[in-house]
């Protein structure tokens, strides 16, 4: 079988018939391939980095996606996208085309030999969790299943295959295929750790969760809703996060952080334990006087983020979340918590009157952006998925937006790359049939991927687009123009 043949197989037998995909000499062997095939689809934007960002929110949205880019110039457009879905552990797959093998320079200092050569290898390693140039056609089967199963194994994340442009047309020889290893079994020292949290949970009078998107990457928000109805104790999300329950869930304290919300930052700080379920301990989400009451128990599958130098763990638990869900019984509901969920919630009503409705009315002849996301989320539907942009509209949004239940929302926020939700919108459009996409997007942000409002348009897609002026880039602001 031909290589380019047996990736598009590859990826059909993981369900995925969707590829996002940009045209050049690299990459055209495997681009026809799936043009060739009639139950495969493939989306071409108008941008490399755009290209990578729809990957990253099909993704979000579907589990898993890919996305095939020429060489050179092509390759390094996706930097961008790619370290997105590293920073927020997306699990996805980005085959780059490569210069045919006799145009390879064979000298690591050598600066180039081939027309659109460059060494994806180096430039990826760091922000991806796998990055590999096929050295023959024979490696091929055992490269892309090494790629896939470490891209979901774990703490997820992108990975890429670089494919020089001969061995793509080159047969593959099935004799004596390497099988790739079973994926790691977790430490029972780690489950056990279990049986310590319920003794700290069992002595607090002001517990707290922390939920990060690690929720979503395990699929773990049915089981997580289920334990808070039982537990019947407050908790806070971030923005990766943010959707799990709508605002109107009474345990539902809003987003954490310096640009979250304020009922979730004081409940965290008057809170007596703490506990964070695949929440990475970040500079925007440690903020104030953060668990300074708290014992701070974390759960996470990647045991460096247990090792924080933000604020002392004094439980770290290395699990998957489907394995701590697993082994994390508990029996009956202790009563001691309802004062506790009560001065919560009188928290919550509070603080956002006060960010809603601030008594310092100065700037009335612009719109007050905290009132216009109040209002507007009254309006929007449910079966609506979000797309929020980098910068100070961003932060409005997730203090003052009421979503609702089944309401998606797609926020790209490790690596906060501006311009990310046009090209995210797509994605939106084509992950999930029978959804509206909306998009809030700043004056900065909306020029950085202009070029997509073309696609939009020639392939009529019923996509709405806010545009908040503020006449500045970042978060600082007076007040904000439609």
């Known amino acids: 079988m031909i290589a380019t043949k047996y990736i598009l197989e590859f990826f059909k037998n993981k369900k995925i018939n969707t590829f996002y995909v940009f045209q050049g000499g690299a990459i055209m062997n495997l681009i026809n391939e799936i043009g ?86 180096s430039i990826y390693e760091s922000v991806t969790k796998y990055v590999y140039q096929i050295k023959k056609v024979e490696e091929l089967p055992y490269q892309l299943e090494k790629a896939y199963k470490i891209s979901i194994n774990g703490r997820p994340g992108p990975v890429i295959l670089d494919i020089p442009f001969n061995i793509q047309r080159q047969n593959i020889n099935f004799k004596n295929i390497k099988k790739v290893n079973k994926k790691k079994v977790f430490n029972n020292n780690e489950i056990k750790k279990i049986k310590i949290l319920n003794s700290y949970l069992s002595k607090a009078r002001k517990p707290f969760f922390v939920v990060g998107g690690g929720i979503k990457r395990s699929s773990c928000e049915k089981k997580f809703l289920k334990l808070i109805q039982k537990l019947k104790i407050p908790f806070a999300t971030t923005w990766t996060s943010h959707d799990l329950a709508p605002y109107k869930n009474k345990y539902n304290m809003g987003s954490i952080g310096k640009n979250g919300s304020r009922s979730a930052n004081f409940v965290a700080k008057e809170a007596d334990l703490i506990i964070t379920l695949g929440q990475r301990f970040a500079v925007k989400n440690i903020f104030g006087e953060f668990g300074k009451k708290a014992k701070i128990i974390a759960v996470d599958i990647d045991k460096l983020e247990l090792k924080t130098p933000l604020v002392k763990v004094n439980l770290g638990i290395n699990l998957d979340l489907n394995i701590f869900f697993k082994n994390f019984k508990i029996s009956g509901v202790n009563k001691k918590y309802l004062d506790w969920v009560r001065e919560a919630s009188l928290l919550k009503k509070k603080l956002y009157e006060i960010v809603i409705f601030p008594k310092n009315k100065r700037h009335r002849k612009l719109i007050n952006p905290f009132i216009f996301f109040n209002k507007i989320s009254q309006s929007i539907s449910k079966n609506t998925i979000i797309h929020v942009d980098i910068g100070a509209h961003q932060t409005w949004f997730f203090q003052s937006f009421l979503h609702k239940d089944k309401q998606k929302i797609i926020n790209h926020c490790g690596h906060g790359a501006m311009g990310s939700a046009i090209c995210s919108s797509i994605a939106g459009y084509y992950s999930i049939k029978n959804m509206k996409n909306i998009v809030f997007i700043g004056d900065g942000g909306f020029m950085m991927n202009v070029q997509e409002l073309n696609y939009i348009k020639s392939k009529k897609l019923p996509i709405k687009i806010v545009v908040l002026n503020n006449f500045s880039l970042g978060n600082t602001f007076l007040g904000t123009r439609l």
């Open 36 to 121: 060739k095939d009639k139950k495969s689809k493939f989306i071409i934007p108008h941008h490399e980095q755009s290209l990578s960002m729809q990957v990253d929110t099909s993704s979000r949205l579907n589990g898993y996606s890919v996305g095939m880019v020429t060489s050179g110039p092509g390759a390094t457009n996706i930097l961008t996208g790619v370290c997105s879905a590293f920073y927020d552990s997306i699990p996805c797959f980005f085959i780059t085309g490569q210069v045919g093998q006799i145009h390879l320079k064979k000298r690591k200092n050598y600066r180039q030999f081939g027309f659109q050569e460059t060494d994806i290898v």
